[in-house]
C-alpha cells in the first residue's frame, strides 16, 4: 500500500509529508530531487478498546507507505516531463498505488508561487496534464509497436494484441481529449489487460489543498468549489494546513487541544488525511485480537474469509477450515468471545464470506 505525493514546486508537498509521517525532510526547494520514503501507523481507536479486553503483548496498526517526490519538469515539444525524472523516481510514481496531489492554496511572500499567483484550479490542471501527456506517450509507443509487430505469434497471441490495440486505442482518445484513464469506465477485464502498463491518470486520487493559517475559516468551501470542477472517478478532494498539523505534532497533547480550540479546529485534518487515503486505496480493516496480540489487517473491501485468512499467512488460507467471526461492537458490548457465543453473536464463516471492516476474526485451519 503505497501513495506518491505529488505536486508542483512551492505546494508544500514535502511539508505535506513530514506532517503525516512526523519527518524531517528538508523543505523549501533544498531537497528538490531527493525521494523520502515514510511509513504511517492508520489510527484506529477499536485497537484500543480491544486491548482493554484482551491485555495484548503488543498492538499492531495497518500502515501506509507514503514517498514525496519531486515535482516533474514541464513537457516540451518532444519532451514528457515526467518521462525525464530520476528513473527511481519515475518507477516508484508508476508502482504507487495511488495518488496524494498536493495542491498550494496559501499565500506566503516570503516564499512567492513559481507562477506567480495562488491560483489551486490552474495548479491542479498543470499537473494532470503532465500526467494525461505522460499516458499518452506510453500508449502512443505501445501502439506503434503492435503496429510493426502485434500481427506475429500464435493467433492466441495475435488475438491478445489486437484487444490490447481496441483497448489502447480508446484510451488514446480519451487522453488526446484531456480525460485521464480513470474516468475511461474500463471494464475490470479491459483494466487487467493494461495493468501492466502502471498508466498514472489510472491511479485513485486525493487532491489535497494546502491551506494557510488564514485561510482556515474558508477551507471547507473552497474544498467543495473546488471538489465540484473536479467530478472524476475514483477522486476526493480535501484540504488541510500542513505547517499548522507540524506545529501541533510538536506539541503535547494537552497543549495541542488547546491550540485546536483556538484556532477553531474541531479534528485533526492529519487523521482525516490518513483515513482518506485508506479509503482511497479501497482498504477495510479486519481485526484478530489474543493475549499476543491485537492487530488490524487491511485488505480490500470486498474480500472474502478466506482471502483475510491469506493477509495473516498463506499456510492459513492453504489449510482454511473456517473463520470464528464477530463484529467489533457486539464484542466491546459483550465484553468478550466467550460471551459473544454465548449471545450467538460469534459466527462460522465459510470461505465465500465477504469480510466487513472492523469484524474479529479468529482462523482455524488445518496445518
Known sequence: MQIAI???????????FNTLTRGHAQTGGFGALTLNVGVVKVPDARLDRLAEIFKPKKVVQADVTYVDLPAPPASTEGHVGTEELPAEHLARLRESDALLHVIR???DPS????DGSVDPGRDLEHLDLEFILADLAMVDRRLERLGSTGRHGTPAEREANEREEIILKRLKTSLEAGHPIRDAGLSDDEAKA??????LTEKPVLVLLNVGEADLATAAAR????????????????HLSARIEMELGELEPEDAATFMDELGIAESGLERVIHLSYRLLGLISFLTAGPDEVRAWPIPAGSTAVDAAGAIHTDLAKGFIRAETVG????????STAEARKAGRLRSEGKTYRVSDGDVLEILFSR
Do not use: C, Q
Open 6 to 16: 505529488v505536486g508542483l514546486a512551492g505546494s508544500g508537498k514535502t511539508t505535506v
Open 105 to 107: 492554496a496559501f499565500e
Open 111 to 114: 516564499n512567492p508561487h513559481p
Open 194 to 199: 493494461v495493468r501492466g502498463f502502471r498508466f
Open 223 to 238: 474544498t467543495t468549489a473546488l471538489a465540484a470542477g473536479y467530478a472524476h472517478e475514483h477522486a476526493m478532494v480535501d
Open 328 to 335: 467489533y461492537d457486539d464484542l466491546i458490548t459483550l465484553g
